[in-house]
Each structure stands twice: as structure tokens, then as C-alpha cells.
């Protein structure tokens, strides 16, 4: 449930070209995914990355290899983050960022969706690097949380494993779930914080 890069922006990419369907992916055979996935095309006419012709906001140096960026088309001041991300865009895409240049960046696979619009000043399209936003769910009702049984817990007591006997076990089952009991109240709240991704995990 992470709305990617629909928060504050830190980096924003001006496409300024058009993006085919087969575009933005390494070249097949020569550099791989992950050192272990051949994901481009090498067909005459493919772009292996997608060309940006200068930076809004930021710059490439603040987008590392392995970030999340968005490609998109529209962007919108409606919800607290000035020209952001709009999370409901039907065409916009989610990439991991494979290798970046100040004018080329290159995904962790292709782009399966034409970009040829022209949005105006040769722009075809935006790509943006901005905070996470995820969402939480909160339920409230009086009479709090009821749990119901369908299997009693029932517990176990293994014999050692070890050759010495010392390593003692203890475990236990049961069918049963929690529930809010009349709930009354909900609250859908948006907050930035820490993304897992590929490699090390930061806060965005």
C-alpha cells in the first residue's frame, strides 16, 4: 500500500523524447539485471534508456541505482506536495533505476506503455524520485477486541534435539482470530517512512 514518490520531490526529470513500448531496458547480452536477467531488446529502433533532457527539480546525483522513480504524465498540486506525483494517473509506471546518467537513465525492465505526447516545451513525460507515502488503517469501537476460538490452543513439548539433551523445546497451535468488536470509527492516515527495496533500506 505505498503510494511511490507521491510526497515532497526531490528529483524531477524532464523526458525529452518520445518512450516506444520496449524502451528504457539495458541491452540484452551485454548487461544484465541483477547481473543474472537479460530484460531489453536489441531490435533496431529500441532505446535501451529513457532520455532526459535536463531536471526540474534536483538532479540525477539525488536518484541512486536501485531507487524506485515513477514515469509519468501529469502532475498535481492537490495534495499537499506541489507539482507531485498524482497517484491517480492511469498511466503512470513504477521502475527500478538500473544505471543513471545526467541524460539517460535505464530500468529493471522495459516500458511497455508509448509515451508520445508532447506535453508541451518537448517534454513527453516526467520521471520522479520523491518521498514514500504509505498508508495505515484505524479502526475504533466501543467494547474493544474479541477473539474467536475455533481450536483451543494446544501445546507441545518436543524431546531434546541435541546429543546432550539440553536444548529444550516448546510449542503450540491454535484457530482463532481477533476481531474489532462494533466498529465505529476509521481513519485512513498518510505518512512518510522507511521503504524496503532492493539492497540496503532507507528512509525516503
Not at 513527453?124 to 514514500?132: D, I, M, Q, R, V
Not at 491454535?174 to 465505529?184: D, K, L, M, N, S
Request: glycine share 10%; net charge neutral; with cysteine.
Amino acid at each position: 500500500m505505498i503510494l511511490w514518490n507521491c510526497g515532497v520531490v526531490k528529483a524531477e526529470g524532464l523526458v525529452d523524447a518520445a518512450i516506444h513500448a520496449g524502451d528504457g531496458a539495458p541491452v540484452p547480452g551485454t548487461t544484465k539485471v541483477d547481473a543474472t536477467y537479460d530484460v531489453g531488446q536489441s531490435s533496431a529502433g529500441v532505446k535501451n534508456y529513457v532520455s532526459i533532457g535536463s531536471w526540474g527539480t534536483g538532479a540525477y546525483t539525488d536518484i541512486d541505482v536501485n531507487d524506485i522513480v515513477t514515469l509519468h504524465v501529469t502532475r498535481t498540486s492537490s495534495y499537499g506536495v506541489s507539482n507531485g506525483v498524482n497517484p491517480f494517473e492511469g498511466t503512470m509506471q513504477n521502475f527500478r533505476v538500473t544505471a543513471i546518467t545526467a541524460n539517460k537513465v535505464v530500468f529493471d525492465r522495459p516500458v511497455m506503455t508509448d509515451f508520445v505526447t508532447n506535453l508541451g516545451a518537448g517534454v513527453y513525460a516526467y520521471l520522479t524520485k520523491g518521498h514514500n507515502i504509505h498508508s495505515s488503517i484505524f479502526l475504533g469501537g466501543p467494547q474493544a477486541i474479541v477473539s474467536g476460538v475455533a481450536t483451543p490452543p494446544r501445546f507441545h513439548t518436543p524431546p531434546p534435539i541435541d546429543d546432550f539433551e539440553m536444548v529444550q523445546r516448546f510449542s503450540w497451535d491454535a484457530y482463532f482470530g481477533y476481531q474489532v468488536y462494533r466498529p465505529e470509527v476509521f481513519e485512513v492516515v498518510f505518512s512518510a517512512g522507511t521503504t524496503r527495496t532492493k539492497g540496503r533500506a532507507k528512509v525516503v
